[in-house]
């Protein structure tokens, strides 16, 4: 139970070593590179990812940023050529890799959808989400054991998604790891509320760092039930908007003809606020996949609350890292072809890094494993509230508990997530298929169509599968989708 | 949390007086009253009916009974005018009414249909279940205060569904309630499992008496981990069975066109014992409604796994009172128009007031506030585990908890159940729609369409929803469902 | 959670096998014996012992019952070689042994005693009681191993002492244990009430088996909250007994001078019923150990209480296995130097396995690891409650908690032996320090003192302590009372 | 479960409203206007005492404090007639009183030493600690119910000791109170790591701001499981300190006769740290109540681990608030016959407060009602951790759990006080008695010498007890010591 701190040593800002694995990622890569030449820490950051090549642009990138102007600190980067290589030693490490190419996440949306399964994202719960915890969480076991041995005090970035399953997996294989998950939809949140303070507060010059919240629950299903404008309770704003015309908008499909796959107008989150009087805390697309009533009327039905669906053109298109078009065009921005503004990101990785070596409190939410601070969720279950750094230190922040339907709501999504995990710990197909199977999603299935569901999904998917038993399974063997060999 | 008998008296085997509330009925009363007439108790029996005429005929056989052969015991019979008179001093008072009439459970099968949830029975859960209880809780909160004031230390056998939801409100109105939820769900089990010791473990004269299970859940939703015929374990022939042909047999409307409403061909027990490792123990017909999963398909999905839905208008003929035909014709039996024998119910009642009155142990399955015979599940809610009885006393046996999977659906209902209790306490119809919004059958609607379904139920059924606070009601004036006055 | 039993055979009743661990005893197994041949079991009992001698002795004395008069049953007995012979496919395992000398338990006494702590028995908590864990707990580990390899199934009945400490090793080595705690103490409750049901109640014949209790607690330190001779409340009368002169006695040194060391005035019972509103139900010599208040003025103290403190020399002539004498001489009874009559003794053994093999239900309370039966206590702690035993089966029965201050007692002690149980897996000495320094007898010394007196007990019995880590002990090294080689 | 903020405003720092109770003390008041005075934050303070001339002097004081050098805020001050003004519309109520006469605190330490107790401090915990509470809970009561109705969204910053006690009461009295229970012994804690840092450590300008801890428990019995200074882990540097000399010192009587009483050589700490692996933050003075071994052997026992008692006559002395001479003389600093100068207190309020009403967030130790962030503990106890406050929002830190024998050790604690709590709501002194013998201090005396010590202690100090039903208590008839009128 105690968990006492025995070595690990105070980041020194003058000389930080950053591992990043998924180093050649085109997006976060370039705005990490940014982010870290306009901070107060220096030090070196070793790019490692599966194609090497990405990291070395993304490496020569970040050396090229530091003779720009504005960049004000000190730092060099180098492409790693093993993952132990990069982590060794490391004072910090950020995990983001997307390692499965896009036609999986194509079929985690269209399989699911032929069996009547609408969901919106399918990458984080339902039966796409699993799909995806169970092709990612054992490469993130292989990579906390890398930890374990390389870099056992290193504070942990996670950003990897599905981040609960994900985070989950990291402090199921090594548990004193130092890890956090971290997501953007609280973040979300709070510059949403920024904006009603300036729209309806008169706060004129309120952002996103003048909003706090109480958030709890579980990433992509969080929810707020205090939320403070620079002290100025919002509460009393937020349940007019909810209960006047803000809150009561419908949108058909031509409405959102035009709109962005990520465009987000609240409809599911002032029915859910107006519902159960506690406001949800992260995109709509996202909260439809746990609140699964949205999804039960198809794309009618998720349209008229103004979600859309991501297609899987969209995703075949934006998920294959060798061809997407990106903002981030290192290319062109170190051959002069585009030019090149140092900005900074909207991510709190910095902040964190900053007070963690520094002094100082910051407070952010993150996904951290539950000693108390959700009181109405098991232990060890990954949950996101806030928390607050300090020098050497990351404290979850106790959040309290939930109205009772909304606890049930969360707690059923804790029991797939935990019986996956469990089950990937020795590759156990059939008994990860049994948090499948209770699955909020999957449960409008017959118990059948469930299984034939699962078997076509491992089936197409299977080469990204070889950590589970694949072979010793009933799931598979009495299903006529798949064909064991 | 102790629970000390300060002034609870011992029951006289030779002086028992039994108040039976609902014993106008047809069928209950006069099996009761010839188990009664076998047993090794005397007293009397004061029968109280909104019916009273029903009662006064039932009074009338029970005296009459006392003059046949085999009538051992001394019983008289008298129709109470009041519930009060009723109960004052009773030992033993015996819960079994059915006053809503049959259009209302017709309602609970034939509204939801149309929305798509196609429940077998509708009768303990899912929307007909939960608009039952709402009929059904506010009536026996009346008669736990009742008790509360004129037999505090009676013994309370109370039959009447929803079993949890009811027994729930009699403690919940009077926590020192001594009242016990009776089903033969369980019993219903224990007699197939009997079968199959004769059948298959030529145990040739095994019967229900001699299997002991170890069972936990809520009513119409346990499970059994243990099984035993005399001692001898019956799980490996309970696994043979289920791999091979008697657990793999499909059904389809035809096959099932002569059957009664009834028939139970255990594919749905064996689905879920494949499925979850633990075997359930109550009759197909209801596990659909709490495992979700059989209903989604509709008629044929039901078909397939050998169950039938209850027809409306099977309910419509069998559940008015005035008008089913019964094999109990007490009127014909008196007159001599029948043949009368008297004959030993397969109830326990008899077993349980016995013991209570007499020496020795008797095992029998119960529904109790949780003490912690279910590990899993919270405290308060009513579980169904084995309970021993003995002189005075009652107690639950301590039956441990789940494989996760199946404690999270167990706590899914719990949940619905604990928030619609909690709602009818002050008849705050909002909160119990929380209740009916999560429940697992109506999560397949879009919530606006859930709240038209509830509108939609709780205005056909308004007259018998008095203790409800339907004026101030969010859900009923938002919904085009309902036209309030 | 589930514990779902996949293979244990029934046990034929005319066909059982008994292990007798600790075969040689001169009380109990001559007792079990005479039991065994009024049963109406069948088989035959390996005795085995480290004085093999003894178990032969016995194995001569048990076959020569058989052609007593009065021995109805078939039994044959032998003395096995060896641990592993004797267990070998047995249905039943005793464990009854006290192998480490009466010198051993002169110093539990005798020691503590020159610190100031008066303990009354030192046997079972306390630092006496938890040498005597230390040295046995070591040797259970043993037996339980030897169990799960030999006779996995069997039932496992452990009488040795410290019940609490030692049953929770069994479970501890070996956790599919099927192992019960047995203890007359509650027992001696039980024939108590009936003592006042006959002298207070009228109820002339009433004996042990007619009085029920609800109880709870862990072993030597159980409370009744309920309690009953034939279904009739015994609480008015246990109160008005506590509040009049029976529970106002007060005794003087001389008044006990005669007195057994056994004595028992149920003084500390009554004025614990007066404080707390429970009934403790265990001897008030084991009591006092537990509720240590009484144990604080010295001999004067207790005695004030009329409780004796077991004398070292008593317990050096008694507790010697080779030199006691005894009332059950089967030399004597052999030789026909003393005339032998069969008695039964007052043991559950025979009750329990005749249900287990037979049929029907008995409750009597058991030492069980905590699935819920006691809700105030941390689950897998070995608690005491009524279980029901049935064909196969044993269950605990639900007993709900404690008031307050009573909980904060009984769960002290919990702490304590969880804390020696866990230290005693890897034989860590200093974490067993830990429990004895929390102990509450412990507690009115100094640490160092507390220190000193652990390493000299230590030091005084480390042959019988092999299993632990002397070498590295940072106590031991740390305290002047101990010669460290 | 959840506790949605609904109605309360955000502080304006230019415009707050402070109510002083207790506000003529000599000490703390003359603190406060002078950390006011050089604070971030203008408003006016009302300072309302029973003794209204020195809450009037204290305002004189604080409106000449607004004129001298150094004042830059601008705060008014006026003594309230009433509870009622003093807390009507209040942003802040701070709560500091002590009225119960000096004598009181006298016989709370020397009644129990009669009975050989011999507490360090005896005022927050052992007799003298209860008795304090039970003389002051009823007080706390009425302040809650005052604030409830005058001023229901103010922060109120209790400093009244017991604060566990206290600071409980308030909240079961109007649970929704935004009360802090505040202490400086934490604070103690990281000021001497801090001298460690620098001396040890190198780190030449550390203070107690640089170093964090994390920190758990109940007040006057904290526990440290992390410490950092600037994020360097301090925990090595600890270890060897304990190991060394410095953990290692013995002290006599004449060490310590030229002493302060609240002289603290940590060797009650070292020893405890040295035992448990977990580092007590707490005085020694204090340590000793709630980890009773040192106080076994009297006055000696004490002394060799350098703690004084506090003497009654010290006592008599310093807490008679008529008579003792300060530091803090208004007066004299007013009249120009001592030098004034505006200095710094070390109280974290004025930092408290101005995040309350500002940006920024702020951690420091805090006792607030358990929500989790002490896993081991029961919901709802007062206990102690960091937390964080932010602009109109405070929130407790996750801290964990402790080791298994001091998890042990704070629960017995907090048995105590939540009995004693619970008594309190209606007054009933034997509920409260029961509260009192399971204290670990009293555990020394036998029941009846607990009882005769309890009933001495409340004749002696029974006009501040008038809230509590002395005349229908059982324990007080019971007394020889008590002569009930």
């Not at 820490?41 to 970040?62: M, Q």
């Not at 709190?348 to 108390?372: C, H, K, Q, R």
């Not at 804790?414 to 699955?439: H, K, N, Q, Y």
């Not at 449960?443 to 999904?457: D, G, I, V, W, Y």
Request: hydrophobic share 40%; net charge negative.
């Amino acid at each position: 139970m105690v968990h006492a701190t025995a070595s690990s040593e105070a980041i020194d800002p003058d000389d930080v070593t950053v591992a990043y694995v998924g180093g050649g990622s085109r997006q976060w890569a370039p705005n990490l590179i940014q982010d870290l030449a306009q901070s107060g820490l220096d030090g070196r950051v070793r790019l490692y990812d599966e194609y090497e090549e990405s990291a070395k642009r993304n490496a020569r990138f970040g050396n090229w940023v530091q003779s720009r102007e504005g960049a004000v600190a000190d730092w060099t980067y180098e492409a790693a050529e093993s993952l132990a290589g990069a982590l060794a030693g490391a004072d910090i490490v950020v995990l983001s890799t997307q390692y499965d190419p896009a036609e999986t996440f194509v079929h985690d949306l269209d399989v699911p959808r032929r069996y009547g399964i609408y969901g919106a994202v399918s990458a984080t719960i339902g039966p796409g989400g699993i799909m995806r915890a169970m092709r990612t969480v054992p490469l993130y076991r292989e990579f906390a054991a890398a930890i374990a041995e390389r870099c056992p005090d290193a504070w942990v970035f996670n950003y990897t998604n599905p981040v609960h399953f994900v985070t989950r997996a990291l402090y199921d294989e090594y548990p004193d790891i130092n890890a956090l998950g971290l997501c953007h939809e609280v973040l979300g949140t709070r510059h949403r509320l920024a904006r009603y303070a300036r729209e309806h507060l008169g706060m004129a010059d309120a952002t996103r760092e003048d909003v706090s919240v109480n958030v709890k629950g579980i990433n992509h299903f969080t929810w707020v039930d205090e939320a403070r404008c620079k002290g100025v309770d919002l509460w009393p704003t937020l349940e007019e908007l909810r209960d006047g015309e803000e809150g009561h908008q419908e949108f058909t499909a031509s409405d959102l003809a035009d709109e962005s796959v990520f465009v987000d107008n609240w409809q599911v989150t002032w029915e859910l606020f107006r519902q159960f009087g506690i406001l949800p805390a992260a995109g709509d697309r996202h909260l439809v996949e746990y609140a699964t009533w949205f999804i039960q009327d198809g794309k009618e039905g998720l349209n008229r609350w103004g979600v859309k669906r991501t297609g899987s053109d969209y995703r075949a298109k934006h998920w294959t890292p060798a061809e997407s078009e990106q903002t981030t065009d290192v290319d062109a921005w170190m051959a002069g072809d585009r030019e090149f503004e140092l900005t900074e990101s909207n991510e709190v990785f910095v902040d964190i890094a900053e007070t963690l070596a520094g002094d100082g409190s910051y407070v952010t939410n993150l996904n951290l494993p539950n000693v108390g601070q959700v009181s109405d969720l098991q232990d060890d279950a990954i949950v996101e509230t806030n928390a607050v750094v300090r020098a050497g230190e990351v404290k979850p922040v106790a959040a309290g508990g939930f109205p009772r339907p909304v606890r049930a709501l969360v707690r059923g999504h804790v029991e797939t997530i935990e019986t996956v995990i469990e089950a990937s710990a020795d590759g156990d197909l059939d008994a990860a298929f049994e948090g499948f199977l209770i699955d909020q999603q999957v449960r409008t299935l017959q118990t059948e169509a469930a299984r034939e569901l699962f078997a076509e999904l491992v089936d197409i998917q299977r080469e990204y599968l070889e950590s589970w038993d694949l072979e010793e399974s009933t799931v598979l063997a009495g299903s006529s989708a798949c064909s064991v060999d």
